[in-house]
């Protein structure tokens, strides 16, 4: 079984608003998030924060898992999530929302138990684990980030034709290009 992670549960501070609810073409970012990773999962968790209740009528079609210590950070809804896994695991931004189906399967037919894509030797999203990572995640300290994880443990980098798996939403200006662009 393999279960896809969304991060949807962060505080939009340089935004200022719910970014997941912005749309591109008359479409949220979370559902295009949602769409691209479901054919190669057989469950979706998304894990909300400070804009739960917002993102519900977005989310009716995956299983939602809110965050209470959203304001610790990204790190602690990675922890959320990977505690509702069963196998092995996706974890996507939830921003990072247009990543392309050769760039799920590149990660999917990959050989190590960690898969990070790279798009021009820079390493994007989302990172594939193999499910032997759950407990070590959890066991990780509160204050540590998936990076460190990744650095510790080791990774195999997987280079795809894909600039949107570095595309993420953070800004106005972000938002504006992306429009821009789709």
Not at 27 to 53: N, S
Not at 149 to 156: A, V
Request: charged share 25%.
């Amino acid at each position: 079984m393999i279960t896809g992670i969304i991060l949807a549960g962060g505080l939009s501070t340089r935004l200022n608003t719910n970014k997941l609810v912005l749309t591109v073409k008359g479409k949220p970012l979370i559902r295009y998030a949602i769409e691209g990773m479901k054919p190669y999962v057989d469950k979706i968790i998304v894990v909300t924060g400070k804009y739960h209740d917002e993102l519900l009528p977005w989310t009716k079609d995956v299983v939602v898992v809110r965050n209470d210590h959203y304001e610790d950070g990204m790190f602690s809804s990675v922890l959320t999530g990977v505690e509702h896994v069963d196998g092995d695991f996706f974890i996507l931004p939830g921003d990072i929302s247009f990543v392309s189906k050769k760039t799920y399967e590149a990660l999917l037919h990959g050989s190590f138990s960690i898969r990070v894509p790279a798009h021009e030797g820079k390493n994007g999203h989302p990172v594939f684990f193999l499910k032997e990572n759950k407990e070590k995640i959890l066991a990780m300290s509160k204050e540590s980030n998936l990076k460190e994880y990744l650095l510790e443990k080791g990774f195999e980098k997987i280079e795809v034709n894909d600039p949107n798996i570095l595309k993420d939403v953070d800004t106005p200006k972000d938002y504006e290009e992306l429009l821009l662009i789709m």
